[in-house]
């Protein structure tokens, strides 16, 4: 069995690939590399490090079984509003909810603020389309029967637009969703070739205007992400690579090409979720249940918590992308724009600071010599001596340290009067203040104490911040992944296929009577009927599914909820209780509080269908006991530390270190697709599997 992890960053893309094989015929091998990223196609990108990495392993691309991606595509199309021109049928009298919202300012106390629903509308106005129809709530029977010739006509009047994305949603079609199930059937008579969503089929839950801006996202992201993955398929097929491929979703599950792309504002998160997964399975290798994730590439730092080995889940009220609230199940993952490409500078009011916008892949950090001019955090670290010209990337990619010290010097130093060297220590001073700070956001503000976990920093520049991460916000110690630059793609190996249906159900439970507990029942083996069959498609045995079911619940009259786990059986008056008190539990947990005599009401109940996939299994490393072994030394360098004064640094070769090894700081520890800088006062141990665990001496 071969399998393949490709995760696409905004300035490299990264790869591995394992290799699954008898102890008699070699054992299990893995293979990683990088390559720079294509943001003109990532597709190309994807392929050519699918390429490299065969060629690596000494295998024939047609020799590879699965490929599992995690891609960017769908967030970056919000992010810079390069999405479909989306058509959108609503209820007559409300096809300005997408306008209105929640008639919630984003900045309470701001004067200046954007409202990104109104300045950059994922629907413009004038194509919202107001059709005659009722339903009557609670039951959803019908009141005013749907007008299909306003269908029809709506339709010819997108066609005369050149609308190639239009969506469905009307009030209450979470009770009754015929109405939008027969004008998506006249739509698509009419736009045979456009992308058609219904809020139904979306996110069949209460809540017009999340619905419907939920919707409205899948749609607006719909027909690009489709391409994407048409082309990336077709891709692979031509460079001889026919292997199944496989999505990483926002939840931290897999999915299908096809799901992928009928559904994908499940990829909203793709990119990121790779490396929380990859986190946690690198934590639990390493006993280290409790773990911050810090995913620190060229563009982005994406910052998650992992508690007792468990991942955290968003609530409804928090999954948001560009502003913008999604309905759609998300790992609790807060992203800031601080990376090796994010560029320093001196703003209009002459304050120095650094992100988030970033050089990016082209032209990337002037050092790479590509045509980039300002100064970025990629370039501090190599003035600093952190990053070595002839070490980055293991030599693939030449660095140029004159061009990172004009840079910083003409931009930064010579304008606020200050040296190269204290320019450079700014920029990482000014950049890691930013990463702490969101580290406390998702940490701290949420009732976590840093104090009892490990920093894991990863991606290309996560083992060079760690340390001093680790020190602002006092976390216990720190780990660095044994591929550190590539730990995003490896989650991609131990992610399982996994798929979520949701409905809502709005009943209250302290007082439900077995009728209302039967129609709950009646739900959750429909959602689970559905999940079924997805599992079926996928070719998924019968004995590798799993199903569990979660209700979101809150106090009546409470405006949102929280997710409550559901026992595996059906609901009874026997084991109702169960769910009330996991509400207050997780309640308290979330708000240091829980009023355990106040009424529960179940609000949407969730299933989510799981099938295992083979996890990755990287071999242990033999067994050393050495501090600073000669044999994995390379040579020695000055490196600029806090002080500011150049120390002679030793530079080793993590290829080399085995289990058990140490190597006291001042350090700098190598290898082809990240460094981890081990500062003075500090210790690194090598773990049974390549890990380092680095804590002050």
Not at 55 to 79: K, R, S
Not at 568 to 573: G, I, K, N, V
Not at 622 to 647: H, K, M, Q, R, W
């Amino acid at each position: 069995m071969i399998r393949v992890g490709v995760d696409v960053g905004g300035t490299f893309t990264d790869i591995v690939l394992e290799r699954t094989r008898a102890a008699d015929q070699g054992g299990n091998a893995v293979v990683v590399t990088k390559v720079p990223s294509t943001p003109h196609d990532q597709s190309e990108g994807v392929c050519n490090g699918v390429l490299k990495v065969c060629e690596l392993a000494g295998v024939a691309p047609g020799d590879i079984d699965v490929l599992f991606h995690g891609t960017t595509v769908a967030t970056n199309m919000v992010i810079e509003r390069k999405g479909a021109e989306v058509g959108m049928l609503t209820t007559r009298g409300f096809r300005d909810i997408l306008h209105m919202a929640r008639h919630k300012r984003p900045h309470n106390f701001s004067l200046q603020f954007d409202v990104p629903w109104q300045s950059a509308p994922l629907v413009k106005r004038r194509n919202r389309l107001p059709i005659t129809e009722r339903l009557k709530p609670p039951t959803g029977e019908i009141e005013v029967a749907l007008a299909e010739d306003e269908v029809r006509e709506a339709a010819a009047l997108f066609n005369k637009r050149g609308i190639d994305a239009v969506i469905i949603g009307f009030l209450f079609s979470f009770l009754n969703d015929t109405h939008e199930k027969r004008a998506k059937a006249i739509v698509e008579e009419v736009l045979p070739d456009a992308f058609v969503s219904t809020s139904s089929g979306v996110v069949n839950v209460i809540r017009e205007y999340e619905r419907f801006s939920s919707t409205a996202m899948n749609a607006y992201i719909g027909p690009k992400t489709a391409l994407y993955l048409r082309r990336l398929e077709s891709r692979l097929r031509d460079n001889g690579i026919d292997a199944s491929v496989r999505i990483m979703q926002s939840n931290g599950g897999i999915s299908t090409v096809a799901q992928s792309a009928a559904k994908p504002i499940g990829l909203l998160l793709s990119g990121p979720a790779g490396g929380v997964i990859g986190g946690r399975w690198t934590g639990a290798q390493s006993d280290a249940a409790n773990v911050i994730t810090i995913d620190i590439g060229g563009t982005s730092a994406d910052i998650s918590v992992i508690q007792d080995g468990e991942l955290r889940v968003k609530n409804p009220r928090d999954t948001e992308v560009a502003g913008l609230p999604v309905l759609a199940p998300m790992i609790d993952i807060d992203a800031i724009g601080a990376g090796g490409g994010s560029i320093a500078y001196i703003d209009a009011g002459g304050a120095f600071r650094v992100g988030p916008r970033s050089a990016g892949a082209d032209p990337g950090p002037a050092c790479y010599g590509r045509g980039g001019t300002e100064p970025t955090v990629t370039d501090a670290q190599v003035v600093l001596g952190r990053l070595d010209p002839k070490r980055f990337l293991g030599g693939d990619l030449s660095i140029d340290k004159a061009r990172a010290e004009e840079a910083i010097r003409t931009h930064i130093a010579e304008p606020l009067g200050m040296t190269t060297t204290e320019a450079a220590l700014g920029i990482l001073k000014i950049i890691n203040n930013n990463m702490a700070l969101a580290i406390n956001a998702n940490s701290v503000a949420k009732g976590i104490d840093p104090r009892g976990f490990t920093l894991m920093g990863f991606g290309g520049a996560g083992p060079l911040h760690s340390v001093a991460l680790a020190e602002m916000i006092q976390a216990k110690d720190v780990i660095s992944p044994s591929q550190p630059g590539i730990t995003a793609a490896m989650g991609l190996l131990v992610t399982d296929l996994q798929y979520e249906y949701t409905r809502s159900v709005l009943q209250t439970l302290d007082d439900a009577d077995d009728d209302a507990l039967a129609q709950i029942n009646v739900i959750a083996d429909e959602l689970t009927a559905e999940a079924d069959a997805q599992l079926d498609a996928d070719g998924i045995a019968t004995d590798l599914r799993r199903f569990s079911r979660v209700m979101e619940c809150r106090y009546a009259g409470q405006g949102f909820e929280l997710r409550a786990e559901m026992p595996a059986e059906p609901l009874t008056q026997a084991n109702k209780q169960a769910v009330i008190d996991a509400f207050f539990d997780v309640h308290k947990e979330s708000y240091g509080h829980a009023f355990r005599d106040q009424i529960t009401e179940g609000v949407t109940l969730r299933v989510v269908a799981s099938a295992a996939v083979e996890p990755l299994r990287l071999p242990a490393l033999e067994t050393g006991s050495s501090t600073n072994p000669d044999v994995a030394l390379l040579y020695t360098s000055e490196t600029i530390f806090e002080d500011g004064a150049p120390t002679d640094t030793p530079r080793y070769d993590r290829g080399k270190l085995l289990a058990g090894d140490s190597v006291t700081g001042p350090a700098i520890v190598t290898q082809h697709n990240s460094t981890t800088l081990v500062p003075p006062g500090y210790t690194a141990t090598v773990l049974a599997h390549g890990d380092m665990r680095v804590a002050r001496q």
